[in-house]
């Protein structure tokens, strides 16, 4: 059975949901009241994390389950929270994802499924934890988009994931790519295209992760430089808080998933988690 926390994501088709009433008091705490169902069943929370309210919704969830004797809980969160904090880089940083982990290990989940990790840090952190790879996004992405396309990684850290891709769809052309990051302001530069000629090919810069959007802003215009066709991207975890304007003046198109939020942009093409 499944508990969708939020109404607007429910991954899981065909089958049975259970209902809820949930709500915040005025102090700030969330609560809910869950209607009974067979607690005999396997249940299956799904949940996009993207404040601490939402993570303790998902505890409390949790806890009201185990009161009701359900004895086999799973989860589903899209989009690890502070899953890019998995080092810390200059004294008086926390290792945040490990905070995280850490809360949602006290549940003893029985399984707990993540879309598309930012690292091999977050499944190392997480008991019994089970990855969802970005291949069947990226695929859906490119069967849009077209044949004679390369797929770019922005920077030696999607390098590895995004070979995998390639390996999955048969063997499509991957360029490397880089960039520096200022450690104490977090600001880009330096941004670097390992391909002199790309020879008008269409190219798809696959990263899980796009925040403001500057590294895409960046790297397209490098690409542009070195002959690049047609520039799309794909993206397994939108948060775009700095909106669309400058990214649609680069990209053709903007493939991302529900995994974080929902978006309405005629240049966004959003591919839903179904599993």
Partial sequence: MILNLDSNFS???????????SFTFSGG???IKIKSFDTSKTVTI??????????????????????MDVKTINAFIPYFPAARQDRVMIPGEPLSVKVYADIINALNLNKINVFDP??????????????????KFIETALKSIGSNVKLISPDGG???????VSEYLG???????SKSRNVKDGKLSGFKVYEEDLQQ????????????????????EELKKKNAGKLYLAISHGIFNKGFEELNKHFS????TNSFNDFDNENVTVIKIEL
Wanted: net charge negative.
């Fill in 46 to 67: 799904t949940h996009r994390i993207n404040s601490f309210n939402d993570l303790g919704m998902l505890c409390i969830t949790v806890d009201a389950l185990r009161r």
């Fill in 118 to 135: 930012h690292s091999e840090v977050t499944p190392a952190l997480l008991n019994n934890c089970e990855v969802i790879h970005n291949y």
């Fill in 29 to 31: 705490e969330p609560h």
């Fill in 201 to 220: 090919m269409d190219c798809l810069i696959v990263d899980d992760i796009c925040d403001g959007g500057f590294t895409f802003t960046g790297l397209a």
């Fill in 158 to 164: 999607a390098l590895k994931k995004i070979y995998k």
């Fill in 171 to 177: 063997g499509v052309e991957v360029v490397e790519c």
């Fill in 253 to 256: 198109k903007i493939y991302t």
């Fill in 11 to 21: 991954p899981f088709s065909n089958q049975e949901t259970i209902d809820f009433q």
